[in-house]
């Protein structure tokens, strides 16, 4: 299945959608990870964009150079650890999950999310912080936690045996 359709069925059924992709390869995560970071990068112009132009004491290359290196360069480290924390608190509640079922529950949640954070980046570089870009990162934060809580408890299903 393509990644558009696939990002529509989590929003459906997130643990059938993260158990279809259990036969992506490790350098297929990893690739998915930095193509979602990526799309996070750009999510986030908009909103530099908007912070420049009230306040050019940093320009907006300066801007988009740190988010650039936050997002394309640390952010993977970061989620790669997370992960690795995420599986031994699944093994500390009896989850049978190995490392790359909790990196691929946690890398899919982040890309199924991405669309939404194209919406939060729109909305914080158009309107503003407010109560909008508030709705919009409840949003986010909340398929985030469904979706990552759900591919987590789908691997590790799939993982135990019959």
């Known amino acids: 299945m393509a990644l558009i359709p696939r990002i529509l069925q989590t929003w459906r059924a997130p643990g059938a959608a993260v158990r279809g992709m259990a036969s992506l390869s490790e350098a297929g995560l990893l690739a998915l990870l930095l193509g979602t970071m990526a799309v996070y990068f750009v999510a986030q112009w908009p909103a530099h964009a908007r912070a420049a132009a009230l306040d050019p004491s940093v ?8 988010a650039l290196l ?16 995420a ?8 989850l049978r999950l190995d490392g790359r079922a909790s990196r691929l529950a ?3 949640a982040l890309a199924a999310v991405a669309p ?20 919009v990162n409840l949003l986010a ?21 019959a």
């Open 141 to 161: 934060g909340g398929a985030f936690l469904v979706f990552w809580i759900s591919g987590l408890r789908a691997l590790s299903q799939q993982r135990q045996p």
């Open 87 to 94: 599986q031994l608190v699944a093994r500390a509640f009896g």
């Open 116 to 135: 939404v954070m194209l919406l939060q980046g729109l909305t914080m570089g158009f309107v503003g912080p407010g109560p909008a870009v508030a709705a």
């Open 106 to 108: 946690l890398v899919w």
């Open 70 to 85: 936050a997002t394309l360069f640390m952010m993977p480290l970061i989620v790669m650890a997370v992960a690795a924390v």
């Open 59 to 66: 320009p907006l290359d300066a801007r988009l150079g740190g």
